[in-house]
Each structure stands twice: as C-alpha cells, then as structure tokens.
C-alpha cells in the first residue's frame, strides 16, 4: 500500500527543469513535516528542501535559489529550475505526523523517483 506517491522525475538536460509531486495518503494522520531527499549511486541520502505546516522552508545549500518547495494539503512539490548534472539521484518523499515527531517515532518515505540531469 503506497501512502506517498512521487510522480514527476524524468530525464532533462542541464538548465532544465522539472517539477516533482508527492501525494500523501488521506489514511496519514496530522503530517507536519514533508520533505524531500535525495540519494546518488555511492552516496547517503540528504535532505534537499522540507516544510512544515507552519510554512517554514528549509533548504539545501547546494539548491538554493534553483529549487523551491510548496505545499497543497496533503501534497508537497518541488520545483526544480536550473538543474546541474551533480543534481542526478533518486529524489524521496518524506512526511512525519505529529504524532511521529511527538514520539520520535519513524517517517513515512516514498518509493523514490529517478531523476537524471544530462546533456
């Protein structure tokens, strides 16, 4: 059973841009916390951009000012404008409930989308 559903990687060239999606299941309850990460071959897996639902943002140094996170209720998107090579992995959803960070319990995590920067 998928709870968060990514759509939204592909292959762009350098320059380029895509727009990712993470749809949460209505069976979460209260998420507070969405976000996204990414993992390249060989690499760990780092956060990219999150929000919480006070709206507060946070990002990446690496992605400053090219990538821009929103959220519409149960779905987080990243928009991602100017994308590098070095930007190529598998992207993941993240969402923790408030209940979840109450109890410093596991987060929910999506499948991963691959995304692929390449001329």
């Known amino acids: 059973q998928v709870q968060l559903a990514e759509s939204g990687g592909g292959l762009v060239q350098p320059g380029g841009s895509l727009r990712l999606s993470c749809a949460a299941s209505?069976?979460?309850?209260?998420?507070?916390?969405m976000g996204w990460y990414r993992q390249a071959p060989g690499k760990q897996r780092d956060l990219v951009a999150s929000?919480?639902?006070?709206?507060n943002t946070n990002y990446a140094d690496s992605v400053k000012g090219r990538f821009t996170i929103s959220r519409d209720r149960s779905t987080v998107y990243l928009q991602m404008d100017s994308l590098k090579p070095e930007d190529t992995a598998v992207y993941y959803c993240?969402?923790?409930?408030?209940?979840?960070?109450?109890?410093?319990?596991?987060?929910?995590w999506g499948q991963g989308t691959q995304v692929t920067v390449s001329s």
């Open positions: 209505r069976s979460i309850f209260s998420i507070y916390f």
């Open positions: 929000i919480t639902t006070d709206g």
């Open positions: 993240n969402a923790k409930t408030v209940a979840m960070i109450a109890t410093r319990a596991d987060a929910y």
